[in-house]
């Protein structure tokens, strides 16, 4: 393609990998760059007010689309901010590029100016990482950089630019395929191993399909829900995996783990196979390990084989991408008889009519849980829903019925507050003709608010629906629970006016205190072609239940109060 | 069905690690063993001839969970090439010891030669020797040298090759 400098290659690469949105922030180490991007119309570039929010809305574009999110940030601070942003792709196997600017070559190792050591930072934090050290591999980085984010088990990759380079000329071909030989993937899974597993699956008494984000990752969700029609196997999914059979779905339990539901923890519990798509048998899913499917062979399908045997031992080990297992699984079950798991249906079944995922509502004030099944009832299947961190979280996630993949966006494995705002924003320029509503509290919000700024200039309408309890809630839970009620820098009575803050922004605010003023908010709100805050007032001291204290087993819940008095637990 | 491999039972493991001879491999690796908490007893690196690749040798140890996942996590770092738990292996240390000249020349020479050494430099005031050795023998020649008060050992960590 020509001569060009380092900075053009940049932008010229992210056209050729097809993306239409970057998000970024400039600075001193990166300007070249901009001075390109300022150039070319070739993709749209929104400028957020804080890196962190730019990693995260490349992230809410990744998950929102399957696509690589791409983010863009100077060196020194610029880089520090995006770390989070990185980590949180990271734990969740988001593919994104994060290209950051460096203190030019002659510099590095001087304690420059805004020079920090970003490869080195953030190694233990992205699937790979590059610190360019010549014009002549810029290319073969950027191509390599995309491939390995979106390829295997995905994840963030980070390109690191020292200024220098992206001044010098030199000639520039996008190279159209990538050549590295100690990078391989597995995708097919091993033959016999899927033979011995279907195997298991047909003489299973009591089998359970427990599903992970990687069946997202996958785009397997219609070949699963394919896979447990055709077996009518009961399932569960994880935080990561919610939509993936559809909330409609009769043979879907629920959520299991901590704040799973009785018949989700129970099925693990009494299962005699795990089959597990995707999943990585994280802690806040497993409880006790020791009495976790104590009873159970597990079958682990996962792309990573670093997650298989990592914390409980696997019977059927098959290292693949799920979408290629389910393929081959799926003939395989030609004629199993699924009456065989009806006794194991039914006893599900009661579980769940025994203690169903229940709350009590109240006429004097909001439930946080009623607002969820009411954004549900009045977007429901439309609308993509992100979540920050905390007691919201967990109740979008148990409360909403998420319909398909990609609906749902969160971070399960981090935990990052301050990533629903941005992220929304990520999902809402991916697709501008969908709702797109952050569940968030009051705390979290407070952590990326400056991006209302943001939201308001490029007019990304995205709802923040603030379940404000005036409290840090999730926090405030245990301490209810496990503190002796010592309420330890958890009371957020303190807040600001959050009709005002938007409106000041240049947003819109709603102070809702009723179900009328609710439903009046959200209607409104979906029309509106500005972001806004709705302040949500609910229920200061509603818990997050069930629950599976820490390190508990699963089968040993906390139950909300009314399903108790009817129950046997 | 059993849940749990028996996590206390800690052994000695060789890992070979061949990996793409570029900037910052060798501090990938290091970091993974730290960052996930894994032990490093001895790591020795340097490039295989005539290749762009470098060999690394580790010496490590844990219980049969972690080594799997070692090898695992080693694995998945795009530069690493290939990662070889070493079952049947022959396995080299060398050491190099200085003995004050006072001590005996004779019986420094005899030790060193009974592990597979001899005598690399003599100066006016230090003998030098080199040993090489299975790292157990490298141990018992540091114990038994220790009674011509050497002033100073340096050990050269483990290399390994599968037979």
Redesign the interface.
């Known amino acids: 393609m020509g001569q060009m400098s380092g900075a053009q290659m940049v932008c010229e690469a992210i056209v050729a990998e097809g993306v239409k949105t970057v998000f970024g922030y400039p600075g001193g180490a990166i300007m070249h760059v901009y001075d390109e991007i300022y150039k070319q119309d070739g993709f749209e570039h929104i400028l957020n007010r804080h890196e962190q929010a730019s990693v995260h809305a490349a992230d809410g574009y990744a998950r929102a689309t399957g696509d690589v999110g791409v983010a863009m940030v100077t060196s020194g601070p610029g880089f520090t901010n995006a770390v989070t942003g990185l980590a949180t792709a990271y734990m969740d196997s988001i593919p994104l590029v994060v290209i950051s600017g460096q203190v030019p070559s002659s510099l590095i190792g001087t304690d420059g100016f805004q020079e920090i050591d970003a490869?080195?930072i953030s190694?233990?934090c992205t699937?790979?990482n590059f610190?360019v050290?010549s014009l002549e591999e810029l290319p073969r980085v950027l191509k390599e950089a995309f491939y390995?984010a979106r390829s295997g088990r995905p994840g963030p990759v980070l390109v690191d630019i020292p200024k220098d380079i992206t001044v010098d000329i030199g000639e520039f071909e996008y190279p159209s395929s990538v050549d590295?030989?100690?990078?391989i993937p597995t995708y097919k899974g091993n033959a016999k191993q899927i033979e011995k597993a279907v195997e298991a699956m047909k003489l299973a008494k009591k089998p359970l399909l427990y599903i992970g984000g990687g069946v997202v990752l996958s785009n397997a969700s219609e070949l699963v829900r394919e896979l447990a029609n055709k077996t009518q196997i009961p399932a569960v999914e994880t935080l990561m995996a919610r939509g993936v059979l559809g909330a409609k779905n009769p043979l879907l339990l629920g959520m299991l783990g901590m704040h799973g539901n009785y018949a989700s923890n129970m099925a693990m519990s009494e299962t005699d196979l795990v089959i597990s798509l995707g999943a990585r048998f994280d802690d806040r899913v497993t409880g006790k390990?020791?009495e976790?499917a104590?009873?159970?062979?597990i079958i682990h399908v996962d792309i990573?084989?670093?997650n298989i045997?990592?914390l409980?031992?696997v019977?059927y080990p098959i290292v693949g991408d799920i979408t290629e297992v389910v393929e081959a699984m799926l003939p395989q079950l030609d004629g199993i008889d699924t009456d065989r798991f009806e006794a194991w249906r039914k006893i599900l079944k009661r579980y769940d009519e025994l203690h169903p995922q229940s709350y009590v509502d109240s006429d004097e004030v909001i439930k946080p849980q009623w607002a969820i099944e009411r954004i549900g009832q009045l977007v429901g299947e439309d609308a993509i829903i992100t979540s920050d961190v905390g007691q919201h979280q967990m109740w979008a996630a148990q409360h909403y019925p998420f319909d398909r993949p990609r609906q749902w966006i969160n971070s399960g494995g981090l935990g990052t507050m301050g990533f629903g705002f941005p992220a929304a924003l990520g999902a809402k320029m991916a697709f501008p003709e969908k709702t797109v509503i952050n569940v968030t509290g009051d705390g979290s919000i407070l952590m990326n608010m400056q991006e209302l700024v943001t939201a308001a200039e490029y007019k990304i309408p995205v709802i923040n629906m603030i379940l404000n309890n005036h409290f840090l809630g999730m926090v405030r839970q245990w301490q209810t629970f496990f503190y002796e009620k010592r309420y330890a820098e958890t009371d957020l009575s303190f807040q600001p006016n959050w009709k005002a803050l938007a409106e000041s922004c240049g947003g819109i605010g709603y102070d809702v205190t009723t179900k009328e003023e609710f439903d009046a908010a959200i209607k409104d709100a979906i029309k509106q072609d500005k972001v806004c805050f709705m302040n949500v007032i609910v229920n200061r001291f509603e818990d997050v239940l069930p629950m599976v204290p820490s390190g508990g087993a699963l089968f040993n819940m906390m139950l909300p109060e009314t399903t108790k008095k009817e129950g046997e637990a | 069905m059993q849940k749990s491999l028996d996590e206390t039972l800690n052994e000695r493991r060789v890992i070979s690690v061949i990996v793409m001879n570029e900037s910052s491999v060798l501090s990938r690796i290091t970091a993974l063993f730290a960052g996930r908490g894994y032990n490093i007893e001895s790591l020795t690196v340097a490039p295989i001839p005539n290749s762009d690749m470098s060999h690394v040798t580790i010496a490590t140890n844990g219980s049969t969970r972690v080594i799997e996942q070692i090898t695992k996590q080693l694995h998945k770092l795009i530069p690493v090439y290939k990662v070889i738990e070493h079952e049947e292996m022959i396995e080299k240390e060398m050491v190099l010891a200085k003995f004050p000249i006072g001590e005996s020349l004779a019986d420094i020479s005899v030790l060193a030669s009974a592990y597979n050494g001899g005598i690399a430099n003599v100066g006016k005031d230090m003998i030098i020797v080199m040993v090489t050795d299975e790292p157990k023998r490298i141990k018992h020649f540091i114990e038994a040298a220790q009674r011509y008060n050497p002033c100073e050992i340096v050990r050269g960590g483990v290399v390994a090759i599968e037979r």
């Open positions: 490869v080195g190694r233990p699937k790979h610190l050290r390995i590295i030989p100690t990078y390990l020791s976790f104590k009873y159970a062979d990573d084989a670093a045997g990592k409980v031992d019977d």
